[in-house]
Structure formats: C-alpha cells, structure tokens
C-alpha cells in the first residue's frame, strides 16, 4: 500500500520540504508516504478564483491513482485522533488498497474532489497554511504506523 499526498502547490519553503521529508523517509515501503505536487493556478486581481478552483480539483483527481481510496482534507469534516487514525492505517494497510489524500491549495477543495472523496479527514478546525498540511499529515501517518507496530515513538 501507498499513501499519495496529492497536495495543491509548487516548490515549498524549503523548512516545509524538510519537515515532510523527515517524516516520509522513516515510513517502511509497505506504507510509503508519496508526494505529489500539483500546480496553483494563476492568482491576479481580476481571477475567477471558482474557476481556478476547478482547475486545480481537475489535476488533483487526475493524479488520483486508479483503484486508490481518496480521502479529502477538508476543515469541515470530522477530526480523528491519534488513535482513531492508527485504526484507520491499519484497515488501509490490510486492504492494500492505495490511498490518495487531497489537499486544497489557498482557496480549498474543489466541489469535484469533495465529491469523489469516501472519506473526509479534518486535521483541525483551524485553518493551516496548505503547506503546513503536509509536515502534519507526514508526521501523524508515521506516529500511526508507530503505533500500529508498536514502536516507541508515539507516548500518550
């Protein structure tokens, strides 16, 4: 199984691509964390941002793997903890079936992606920076699969 962070945005601050990675790489290959950028649309004064929205969900699901589980990250949904995600990795990672989260660039979701998510995850009722998204999501997938394999990472 893949977990396929299918994430809105180009060419992070480089204290962004480092939290990520940091995390990512601890990740054994039977649950590697993958990366892939999709590019922001063009944001001038006079943008149709609904349309940039749109476009941007088009290359989201695009780059959505065929068979993959697609999870939306989307502040409106239900939060999990710790615990409730390591429950949740461990019926992904049974399944074997790749995992696809998708994160919104400045602007959200789009409608289309909201729509073919089967799941919706919350991180927090805060809004973060779309960038941010990705150094706690990297992090907690890796404290769940510590916990998942019991490993010492993870303290309550």
Not at 50 to 67: C, D, F, I, M, T
Not at 122 to 131: F, G, K, N, Q
Request: aromatic share 6%; proline share 6%.
């Amino acid at each position: 199984m893949r977990i396929h962070l299918l994430a809105i945005g180009e060419r992070p601050d480089a204290w962004v691509e480092q939290g990520y990675r940091e995390f990512a790489r601890r990740l054994p290959p039977e649950c590697a964390l993958r990366l892939t950028e999709v590019p922001t649309g063009k944001r001038g004064k006079n943008a149709d941002i609904a349309r940039l929205v749109e476009r941007e969900g088009e290359r989201l699901l695009a780059a959505v793997p065929a068979g993959a589980l697609v999870i939306a990250l989307d502040v409106r949904a239900s939060a999990w903890n710790t615990a409730q995600l390591a429950g949740r990795l461990a019926q992904w990672m049974q399944d074997g079936r790749d995992v696809a989260l998708l994160v919104g660039g400045p602007d959200g979701l789009a409608p289309a992606c909201l729509e073919r998510a089967e799941l919706r995850w919350s991180l927090s009722p805060l809004t973060l920076p779309h960038a941010l998204v990705r150094v706690i999501v990297a992090e907690q997938i890796y404290r769940a699969w510590s916990i998942c394999r019991g490993h010492p990472y993870h303290r309550d």
